[in-house]
């Protein structure tokens, strides 16, 4: 689903972020992505939805050359890929409905599709109560839940989350961890860069470490570290 | 065809919740876009009018081509051929010297003035044809043999007709300024509701939003902008324009004034148009950025 041939990134202020990265990751699986801060985790996500191009090799998404795509493709390639941040990037002036629903509203779904998706959606993420809230008063972890439900309205192929957990208590941590579980249970790819060493520990998945931009380790059914 | 009316909704919703965002700073732009266009509208009447006295006065053109004292009996018949043959002279009529005194104790009320060497020349009085150029006339009838000078009214005709060339050029080139700065003008205001947006843009980016879909609301909005600054000129420029014509007609009858509906539905056309332009034209200044 996702593949990395000898990528590397370097900014134009000369920081280099990756380092000759080779890298696959298979259709449904479930991947952490692990490391110090600065490590390159970030970045690495960003690649593939195509948010920055390699400075060299390949980037390759579900059969699709992420260089090689054209501007006005982009767009569709964002689709089949769902991204959920550590801060939500929620808009405050919204509901809560209204927000996921802008994410369907945006490839032009029909309205009657719209409204019934997002009422899917928030339900399944137990958020049908407060369809009519603003992001301003929910709780954090309600947060998340809404940044995951806009991120899996278009039935994406890929989730990438970065540090989805890193706002959250440890209760409300295990609870976005058994959402995304249960969504990558369905088939979609997942990629979850974290600092969470309890629920990595727990969670017994594939393991990718980063130190420095470069991969230092990359384990199925893993532990936190990546020395 | 209910999923484009349903975009277009969402879009129209948008774009006036960002005309709302900004409320003080969209009706400053909106006044700019409304003076600019006033200013327009006001300029392409008055030369609408202009243009129309000016065509009065061509038709009424009278030219008096006086004679050179030594001229001699060959000479004028040479002369009388070519006023007959020029096209720009419809009729002519010759003024003998004796005439010509006649005349002028008419004028001047001196009917027992006595003079005893008449200094007046012989002359011509040419009727010109309606749309004649008459510069090139004046030029020519100079050069025609036994000419010795040409009436005054000629260099008066010519300064209005200068003037009206001089007032063209100053209108055209404020509209030219006041329209580079309304488009500034719009195209800064968006450039400020895009900022202002750009949490939004980002998330829309993110989801799948195509480059088009992002900006349609902002040119939605600068559409409005235009279109309702045009609209306010116009209702300007017709509630007073007529006030004009009845004040105008009663100080100085003898200045035409165009006031057919015709005239100014072109005008409406015309500063809707440019509305639109303005309109248009700015936002997309400011929406290049908006890129993948």
């Known amino acids: ?227 | 065809m209910t999923d484009r009316v349903q975009s277009l909704r969402f879009h129209v919703q948008e774009a006036l919740s960002g005309f709302r965002q900004a409320l003080v700073m969209n009706l400053a732009t909106l006044s700019t876009v409304a003076i600019t266009l006033f200013i327009l509208g006001s300029f392409l009447l008055f030369m609408r009018n202009m243009n129309e006295n000016l065509k009065v006065l061509r038709s009424q053109l009278q030219l008096t081509v006086y004679l050179k004292r030594s001229i001699d009996e060959a000479d004028r018949k040479s002369l009388v051929k070519q006023i007959e043959s020029d096209p720009g002279v419809v009729s002519y009529k010759f003024i003998t010297r004796d005439q010509a005194l006649q005349s002028v104790r008419e004028w001047m009320g001196w009917t027992d003035f006595e003079v005893r060497d008449n200094p007046l020349p012989e002359s011509f009085d040419l009727k010109l044809r309606d749309g004649v150029d008459f510069d090139a006339f004046v030029r020519r009838a100079g050069a025609w043999p036994g000419v010795d000078d040409l009436s005054v009214g000629e260099k008066e005709v010519g300064a209005l007709l200068k003037l009206l060339d001089l007032a063209r050029s100053v209108g055209l080139l404020l509209v030219l300024v006041l329209g580079t700065a309304s488009l500034m003008i719009i195209a800064n205001t968006i450039k400020l509701t895009v900022y202002a947006r750009r949490t939004e843009i980002s998330i829309m980016k993110l989801v799948g939003a195509t480059n088009w879909f992002i900006r349609t609301p902002f040119l939605i909005e600068g559409l409005l902008q235009g279109l309702t600054g045009a609209a306010i000129a116009l209702v300007l420029l017709l509630s007073g324009y007529p006030i004009l014509v009845s004040r105008l007609h009663s100080i100085a009858p003898f200045i035409r004034l165009v006031d057919e509906a015709g005239a100014l539905i072109g005008l409406s056309w015309q500063l809707l148009a440019m509305g639109i332009l303005l309109g248009l034209l700015g936002s997309l200044i400011s929406l290049r950025r908006i890129a993948v």
């Open chain 1, 1 to 227: 689903m996702i593949q990395m041939y000898n990528v590397s990134k370097v900014f134009s202020n000369g920081v280099e972020a990756l380092n000759n990265v080779n890298l696959h990751v298979g259709k449904g699986e479930f991947v952490f992505l692990i490391g110090p801060s600065g490590a390159g985790k970030t970045t690495l996500m960003r690649l593939i939805f195509r948010e920055e191009l390699p400075s060299s090799g390949h980037v390759i998404v579900d059969g699709r050359n992420i260089e090689r795509l054209s501007a006005c493709k982009v767009p569709y390639l964002r689709r089949s890929i769902g991204v959920v941040f550590q801060d939500f990037r929620l808009l405050d002036n919204r509901t809560v409905f209204e927000n996921v629903a802008f994410a369907l509203r945006v490839t032009n779904a029909p309205a009657a599709d719209v409204e019934k998706r997002t009422r899917r959606v928030l339900d399944m993420l137990g958020l049908g109560h407060k369809k009519s809230f603003t992001p301003l008063q929910l709780s954090g972890g309600e947060k998340q839940r809404v940044c995951i439900a806009r991120a899996v309205i278009n039935n994406p192929s890929i989730l990438l989350t970065d540090e989805p957990t890193g706002n959250l208590d440890p209760d409300m941590s295990l609870e976005i961890m058994d959402i995304l579980a249960e969504i990558n249970g369905k088939g979609t790819t997942l990629i979850v860069a974290t600092h969470n060493s309890q629920l990595v520990n727990k969670m017994g998945k594939r393991v990718i470490g980063l130190v420095n931009g470069e991969v230092s380790s990359d384990r199925p059914k893993g532990v936190y570290s990546y020395s």
